[in-house]
């Protein structure tokens, strides 16, 4: 990384914590900082990127929503990078399994990151007997180690600004409710005279279509 890149790197940080409100004690950054990060190209998951992709990751993983308490996702990333000490300590993590929940000592459907430790930082879970989670508290510790995303290096060459564009386009899309709305549109269409003959095929497609949701949201 050349020291120009340095340089950059560090004055969008400092900028952004500059650029910060607390939210019940909780510091944020602004949305207009972090919505002026959104294109910033990044290195993730061995491509090349905008800051949006693993922002949204991140968030969809700890959250199971694309955004956290009116937050977005790029607030979620960069406040937790900046500030993971009073993070930590926000009920975030989606915790689906009731077992894991009575063992944490939980209530509810989401768990601190500091839940799933005791005060000398040991694990409370058996790991690799729940991977989702496992697997979700790594991606913060790896943003808490600067490892999640890295800058562009000066060698890596950067998306277009087409395909910058068309990815931002791609992940403002929420994936996991199109072939619901898929299945709704095609419903009505059964009750078309014009469409009888293709009854099979289109209750066949809109079934297939809701299966597919009920997969990806569970």
Known sequence: MTMHNIRSLIFALFT????????????VVERVQADSMRTQQVVYEGRVCPLNTPALAFTKALTGQRTFQGLSAEQVLLSWALYPEEWKDVRMVQVKDSKVRRLLGIEGDYARFSDFFDDEGNYLLISDQHPDI????????????????TPLPPDQKPLSPIRLRMELLFNAVPWNYVPLVFFLLLAPLLFLPQTKKHTTLIITAAISMLILHLVVNT
């Open 16 to 27: 952004l914590c500059l650029a910060v409100k607390t939210t019940a004690g909780i510091p």
């Open 134 to 149: 496992d697997k979700r508290l790594t991606l913060v510790a790896l943003l808490t180690k600067g490892e999640l995303f």
